[in-house]
């Protein structure tokens, strides 16, 4: 790793670190899934920051930003666009809508309903959105930062495994420290919001970033100990549905962007197992017969954890 894009990086956290009080594993995971090409969901009760953190990321670099307030009665087309009857030049032209942005925080996600929450598939996976037959790009740096209350909550839909399945990260911001939250209340006179955020970079230096981080090296035995921990998931009982090929990749993408951020271009077993939870945790269901009455993803993180403790480490 330069030292310019170790520069880089501390200055992204710092500018994030202005309205993200005592939250730094957070805004690390959120660096993590920007760089990696991925896409983030970040899962908690309302009110801990969620929606700061989203919005601080994306105006923390120059970059086109759009937030989509998902509700019940959203359609698709509120979503990728619309076509739309031009008397003048007698065609349809595409109205391009919000999932056209660099970074696009899709607010509360699962208060849609599942079929307005397919039109993100295609763009989460493939970076372009089908319309009326022709496909059309969407511009790089892209990413959505997805925000959802627990599903316990009234008024919402559990995302599907599909979609799941498309987020590189699923992370909970968790209540702030007794320091930072009287911090948070001091400051209240004068709050602060994710769109307060200065940009310190430009989306060229962002896409820089994200080509050096697909160059960090990663040796043969973290690939065999990563499938390793794949191939346990898929061979337990206690997993009805175990980490798919597409997370085995993520889980290799997050941990070459954790070593490019923590200043090295190889990886370290380190690299992946601190990643694991965030990577898999969402991917995997638990059977049926296992189940208690333990929250559902509490107790995929438990039998995750147990599977770990099991894998040996390479030296």
């Not at 698709?76 to 666009?81: A, E, Q, W």
């Not at 080509?211 to 690939?223: F, K, N, T």
């Not at 798919?244 to 992946?272: E, K, T, V």
Request: aromatic residues 6%; proline residues 5%.
């Amino acid at each position: 790793m330069t030292t310019t894009g170790s520069a880089q990086i501390g200055q992204l956290q710092r500018a994030i670190a202005t309205v993200i009080r005592g939250k730094d594993e957070a805004i690390q995971f959120a660096l993590i899934a920007l760089l990696a090409r991925g896409h983030l969901l970040i899962e908690d009760v309302p009110g801990v920051g969620k929606t700061t953190l989203a919005q601080a990321l994306a105006h923390s670099f120059h970059c086109s930003f759009q937030r989509i307030q998902f509700t019940s009665d959203m359609l698709p087309s509120d979503v990728i666009g619309i076509s739309v009857y031009n008397q003048i030049d007698q065609h349809f032209e595409f109205k391009p809508g919000p999932i056209f942005s660099n970074i696009v925080l899709a607010d509360e996600i699962n208060r849609t309903t599942p079929k307005t929450q397919s039109a993100l598939l295609e763009a989460m996976n493939e970076a372009q959105v089908t319309a009326d037959s022709r496909t059309y790009p969407l511009p790089q740096p892209f990413m959505v930062l997805a925000t959802q209350n627990p599903v316990e909550h009234h008024g919402t839909y559990p995302l599907p495994e599909s979609q799941l399945d498309r987020f590189l990260l699923r992370i909970r911001m968790g209540y702030p420290s007794r320091e930072s939250e009287k911090e948070i209340l001091r400051s209240h006179a004068n709050p602060h919001t994710g769109a307060s955020v200065a940009a310190v970079l430009e989306a060229a230096d962002v896409l820089a970033m994200q080509q050096a981080v697909e160059r960090v090296r990663v040796e043969e035995s973290l690939l065999d100990y990563a499938l390793e921990l794949v191939e346990r998931t898929r061979n337990t009982e206690r997993l009805a549905l175990g980490v798919s090929p597409r997370g085995s990749l993520m889980l290799q993408r997050a941990a070459q962007a954790h070593a490019f951020i923590a200043g090295r271009d190889y990886c370290l077993p380190d690299d992946f197992k601190q990643l694991i939870l965030p990577v898999f945790a969402h991917r995997v269901v638990v059977n049926t017969r296992y189940a208690t009455t333990q929250n559902k993803g509490s107790q995929a993180e438990a039998i995750l954890n147990e599977i770990i403790e099991a894998t040996r480490v390479p030296i």
